[in-house]
């Protein structure tokens, strides 16, 4: 059955919020994959926010919010519905009185949340320090790297409900564990997240996230489409190097390809689809099986129409 977008597009040209119609999803993953989403709306506030779920709930018309795009897979089909993304208020960061808690928008980059806690010198976020990914997007998924993960400073998150109430939950209840949080598989939407941080020197705190970056740089395809680790840590060591021990190291389906840098990416050479990375993890899952009686867990989330 057709979506009936009528009285979606009626509000969006009431409200004059950013709308664009058919919009390549491959521009805003950072796999640079993915075909046209319905409706691709940036929403600049919370009343415009539950104002839209208001119509689309009523509407029945699917929709997802979009963070930085840096876990995602889209189908080549493209996604039936709307996609959400946060601008606006959403993209403010605020350091608090207590000088040591930090308050950001969802739609904030981690890059730009780890520059205002250095630069108020800060301590605690350095971990976070090249991580390609949204303050709201983060918080969703736990994400970590080199030691420090999300749940290691965050203080509480607000979101909003499909219903439109907003709620603020402490870390204590947002069940963070690896690469999963009380948000994982719901449709509440992150608006704001609290960080407790600790003062430190600015040179020290800048010191670690330039080393952090240089080892990011040495030892991952930084500068090639990805979506970053695309297996979880299995239980009996690390997924990247029980793929290259079963010699997929720069094994390549199409336009994708098992990174030669690192392992446990795959990237995109160029002309990669969604139907080419899917082929591949299959690939790798069914090798690595056979070989060392590993399951690899897929970490990155795979959307749209199939």
Same mark, same amino acid.
């Given at each position: 059955?057709?979506?009936?977008?009528?009285?979606?597009?009626?509000?969006?040209?009431?409200?004059?919020?950013?709308?664009?119609?058919?919009?390549?999803?491959?521009?805003?993953?950072?796999?640079?994959?993915?075909?046209?989403?319905?409706?691709?709306?940036?929403?600049?506030?919370?009343?415009?926010?539950?104002?839209?779920?208001?119509?689309?709930?009523?509407?029945?018309?699917?929709?997802?919010?979009?963070?930085?795009?840096?876990?995602?897979?889209?189908?080549?089909?493209?996604?039936?519905?709307?996609?959400?993304?946060?601008?606006?208020?959403?993209?403010?960061?605020?350091?608090?009185?207590?000088?040591?808690?930090?308050?950001?928008?969802?739609?904030?980059?981690?890059?730009?949340?780890?520059?205002?806690?250095?630069?108020?010198?800060?301590?605690?976020?350095? @971990? #976070?320090?090249? *991580?390609?990914?949204?303050? /709201?997007?983060?918080?969703?998924?736990?994400? %970590? $790297?080199?030691?420090?993960?999300?749940?290691?400073?965050?203080?509480?998150?607000?979101?909003?409900?499909?219903?439109?109430?907003?709620?603020?939950?402490?870390?204590?209840?947002?069940?963070?564990?690896?690469?999963?949080?009380?948000?994982?598989?719901?449709?509440?939407?992150?608006?704001?997240?609290?960080?407790?941080?600790?003062?430190?020197?600015?040179?020290?705190?800048?010191?670690?996230?330039?080393?952090?970056?240089?080892?990011?740089?040495?030892?991952?395809?930084?500068?090639?489409?990805?979506?970053?680790?695309?297996?979880?840590?299995?239980?009996?060591? @690390? #997924?990247?190097? *029980?793929?290259?021990?079963? /010699?997929?190291?720069?094994?390549?389906?199409? %336009? $994708?390809?098992?990174?030669?840098?690192?392992?446990?990416?795959?990237?995109?050479?160029?002309?990669?689809?969604?139907?080419?990375?899917?082929?591949?993890?299959?690939?790798?899952?069914?090798?690595?099986?056979?070989?060392?009686?590993?399951?690899?867990?897929?970490?990155?989330?795979?959307?749209?129409?199939?």
């Amino acid at each position: 059955m057709a979506l009936d977008f009528s009285e979606l597009d009626r509000v969006i040209e009431e409200t004059g919020c950013t709308c664009l119609f058919d919009e390549p999803m491959s521009k805003h993953t950072t796999f640079r994959i993915g075909g046209p989403a319905d409706r691709f709306l940036t929403v600049e506030s919370k009343e415009q926010l539950a104002g839209f779920l208001s119509v689309l709930e009523s509407a029945k018309i699917p929709w997802q919010v979009l963070g930085n795009g840096s876990n995602l897979l889209v189908s080549d089909k493209g996604i039936r519905g709307a996609v959400l993304t946060l601008g606006g208020n959403f993209a403010e960061i605020e350091l608090l009185p207590d000088g040591k808690t930090v308050r950001a928008g969802a739609a904030v980059m981690l890059s730009s949340l780890c520059a205002f806690a250095r630069d108020k010198g800060l301590s605690g976020l350095e @971990f #976070a320090w090249g *991580i390609p990914g949204s303050v /709201g997007g983060a918080a969703y998924m736990n994400a %970590g $790297a080199y030691g420090g993960e999300m749940k290691d400073v965050i203080q509480s998150v607000t979101h909003l409900t499909p219903e439109g109430e907003i709620v603020t939950l402490p870390a204590a209840e947002l069940e963070l564990s690896y690469r999963h949080s009380r948000y994982t598989g719901r449709q509440d939407i992150i608006l704001w997240v609290e960080y407790g941080l600790r003062p430190g020197e600015v040179s020290e705190i800048a010191g670690k996230m330039n080393e952090q970056m240089e080892r990011r740089k040495a030892k991952q395809p930084y500068d090639m489409p990805s979506a970053g680790s695309i297996f979880k840590r299995p239980v009996n060591g @690390f #997924a990247a190097a *029980i793929i290259e021990e079963c /010699g997929l190291k720069g094994k390549q389906i199409g %336009g $994708a390809q098992v990174s030669p840098k690192h392992a446990g990416f795959i990237v995109n050479t160029g002309e990669a689809t969604c139907e080419d990375v899917l082929e591949l993890i299959k690939e790798i899952r069914k090798t690595v099986k056979e070989q060392t009686g590993t399951e690899l867990e897929c970490e990155v989330c795979v959307i749209g129409e199939r």
